[in-house]
């Protein structure tokens, strides 16, 4: 396949590098798949991007989007609204914990939120999570699909470790050492695992 073209160059870049730095297995799967590139799941608005992830958390996609959408629309898409909202008694379909998540990262100054775009993978992941209620799977996502950071790995996601498994046991390898392979740009390396459990289905 030609990259040099491709209008996604990062994305083109780890393809490359998946189909010729990989076990057999990962390589074999990524020339069938073609290059991926990081879908915009969670819109261009980091701070909107965040919350979305919070959301869905331990929800299915589907559940996730319709709670979202319900809590932007009584917020008219307003962050002070949205904190107003979350403040008071009204009820939302959120947990107690995911709303007081929510009220908390609503009150964060713009430059807070700023600061934690511009710091790379793991440093964003420490700061981030001494914050009650975000996890290093809350930063992975947003940092993945946000942040657009090509490299990061969420071994606290289900898929993505059956699926490192799954590459491993087809190549008598260690799982661990699949994923760093894959490095600088397991970002891509993820995509490829959600894919392929997604056909799986």
């Not at 959301?55 to 709670?67: K, L, P, R």
């Not at 046991?169 to 600088?184: H, L």
Request: net charge neutral.
């Amino acid at each position: 396949m030609n990259t040099e073209d491709h209008p996604d160059p990062t994305a083109a870049a780890a393809w490359q590098h998946l189909c010729t730095h990989s076990a057999r297995s990962v390589a074999n799967a990524c020339e069938r798949a073609g290059i991926l590139s990081i879908p915009d799941y969670y819109g261009e608005d980091p701070r909107l991007g965040l919350y979305r992830v919070v959301v869905g958390q331990q929800v299915s996609t589907q559940a996730a989007s319709a709670m979202f959408a319900d809590l932007m629309q009584r917020a008219n898409h307003n962050n002070a609204q949205l904190l107003a909202l979350l403040r008071s008694d009204a009820p939302t379909k959120l947990s107690q914990t995911k709303r007081a998540t929510l009220t908390y990262l609503a009150g964060l100054p713009d430059a807070q939120i700023a600061q934690w775009l511009a710091l790379d993978y793991p440093q964003r992941n420490q700061a981030m999570t001494q914050t009650r209620g975000v996890g290093p799977w809350t930063v992975a996502m947003w940092s993945m699909f946000v942040c657009k950071d090509a490299d990061v790995w969420s071994q606290g996601d289900l898929v993505l470790r059956r699926q490192a498994d799954v590459f491993a046991s087809q190549d008598n390898r260690v799982a661990s050492d699949i994923v760093a392979e894959a490095a600088p740009y397991r970002t891509y390396f993820a995509l490829l695992c959600w894919q392929l459990a997604d056909t799986k289905r």
